[in-house]
């Protein structure tokens, strides 16, 4: 009877063993993929955070970005955009053009005129003309003085209109 019991004890012996050896088996497929997916978590834990620095970096830079455009729209605040800017220099310089054509053509009227009354026939009497009746100079040469207050030397004429801007005289 002994032998039976004993028997049964080493049977029980055995089945306790196959059970402790499949336990140590699956604590040791446990503890593999433990450290699997603990190697799995650090690297998730890099990866976020890297990616937590990235958006800080992110969001600093954005700041910055955004200081910069406030700072700009207050600089930019008190100017005005550069197609306003333009159609006024442009009318404003059509309008000096014109003016100055008008101007020059003004001065040279007024010139032609004033040299024009020195022609016989331009309504002014100046005595020295023989068809008005002046002094008789008719087929005797003379020369013309300083002294004659009418009639312009050379070197006393007035400078002619001429436009020292070539491009704005009309």
């Not at 603990?38 to 955004?66: H, M, P, Y």
């Not at 020059?104 to 007024?110: F, K, M």
């Not at 008005?132 to 312009?152: C, I, K, M, R, Y």
Request: aromatic letters at 4%.
């Amino acid at each position: 009877m002994m032998s039976n019991i004993e028997e049964e004890i080493q049977k029980a012996q055995e089945k306790k063993d196959e059970e402790r050896n499949k336990h140590c088996q699956l604590l040791e497929q446990l503890e593999a993929e433990k450290a699997e997916e603990n190697s799995k978590l650090q690297l998730a834990i890099t990866a976020r955070d890297a990616a937590l620095a990235e958006s800080q970096r992110v969001v600093r830079e954005v700041c910055e970005l955004q200081q910069q455009l406030e700072s700009t729209n207050a600089a930019l605040q008190d100017q005005v955009p550069w197609n306003d800017i333009q159609l006024v220099l442009d009318q404003a310089h059509g309008d000096l053009v014109s003016t100055t054509t008008r101007f020059w053509n003004t001065v040279d009227a007024l010139q032609n005129k004033r040299l024009a009354s020195y022609f016989p026939g331009s309504g002014v009497i100046h005595a020295d003309w023989p068809e008005q009746g002046g002094v008789a100079t008719q087929g005797h040469d003379f020369s013309l003085s300083s002294s004659e207050p009418n009639v312009p030397l050379l070197d006393q004429q007035e400078p002619s209109a001429t436009n020292q801007h070539g491009s704005l005289e009309g």
